[in-house]
């Protein structure tokens, strides 16, 4: 038994020591938005170079609180362009390292099948009590799904039928869960290669709302850290972009 | 103050006041059985009014929003009596706020009950006082001390209720928008200063209502 424990050791603890010298970790704050094309970017990111990239997934104006207050992120993937340029004006963040890394698309989603048509007039209709959207104040989606109703001229009649997610994740739990018939959440989270996974969508024309360019920046706390240096590096490469726009963003 | 947080504020008030009163009548049966039987159910049931002890709030929200949604069991049940859909509206608040709150109602009314013994109901038993004689003459005045700590601890918690609202309320205004969210938004919106002034208050409200029980108990002692 010693033996087979010592030979186990001996061949297990070189290996752990030589990654522990290659392999370093980036902590990445990601806008709940991005979830799912990240955690694909992140497996694509362990393979192409060794790094581990840790995830923590959540509304932008929560980040910007945290990271403002010491939080340990090494990178923020911003569900805007603001947040990035307020963090480098506060001191929090690099200037001169923020970049578009998606442009998001709004879709109308519901879980039936059927029940919204591609053209959005089942918001016309009004036969529903609950139209999800994500918090307008905190979610750039939100703000954009509010957008969408004004240009239609529906905002005041429909008002009353709004209920708020936190964030954008849970704009789509409330309609995943049939609790609200509707909502307006990311392309992202029901969409994969050219089409809608699941439920039924009205794909929102991107003239109808404000871009929603979503913008990464290098945080102070990682521009010495070499695994953050090389996560902002991939997500500008073709494979990142490629997999980026499988999850229907638009990537210059 | 904005009109929003006043109307957060009155919207909180309402709903812990409403928590409380539907707890205290359902929860002192509850808590009265709970101190006598000698029911083999007995501890199973005391676990289940644990629970939200225990839980992480976010489980019971998310719980809740499937069992009260359309594909729930408790959602086609509300439905089929036409009382609709309860998640997002101040009814599904006050239904999971009470669920969230029930150890802190149940708990201090059943140790109450049980620091009484059976002694007192005999005596007034062989006095002819009739059951409920007894429970309004004798049980009521002497559990008085339990009945202030359920009354406060149970609005306390309700009005510090977070993650249960999060996850079932959708955060209407003056539905199911309560101050506890209120402050939430106003510190993703990064308005610290709109978030202090809330902030604050229930710092103090918190601060008082613990001074309140603490005399409260201190009193107890001195009697």
Redesign the interface.
Known sequence: MPTIFSRLLGSLLPLALSGAALAGEVQVAVAANFSAPMQALAAQFAQASGHQALLSFG?T??F??QISNGAPFDILLSADRSTPATLISDGSAVPGSQFTYASGRLVLWSAQPGRVDDQGAVLERGEF??L?IS?P??APYGAAALEVLRGLGLEQRLKNR?????SIT?AY??VA????ELGFIALSQVYLDGRITRGSAWQVPAERHAPLQQDAVLLTRGQANPAALALLEHLRSAPAKALIARYGYGVD | MSAEDLGAIWLTLKLATLVTLLLLLLGTPLAWWLARTRSPWKTPIAALVAMPLVLPPTVMGFYLLLLLGPQGPLGQLTQALGLGLLPFSFAGLVLASMLYSLPFVVQPLQNAFAAIGPRPLEVAATLRASPWDSFRHVVLPLARPGFISASVLGFAHTVGEFGVVLMIGGNIPDKTRVVAVQIYDHVEAMQYANAHVLAGCLLLFSFVVLLVLNRQQRKIVHD
Not at chain 1, 162 to 166: I, R, Y
Not at chain 1, 177 to 180: F, I, L, T
């Open positions: 509304s104006g929560k910007y609180a009590a609950h999800a918090n104040a905190t709004l209920v708020q997610g936190d849970q739990q409330f869960s049939g609790n609200a």
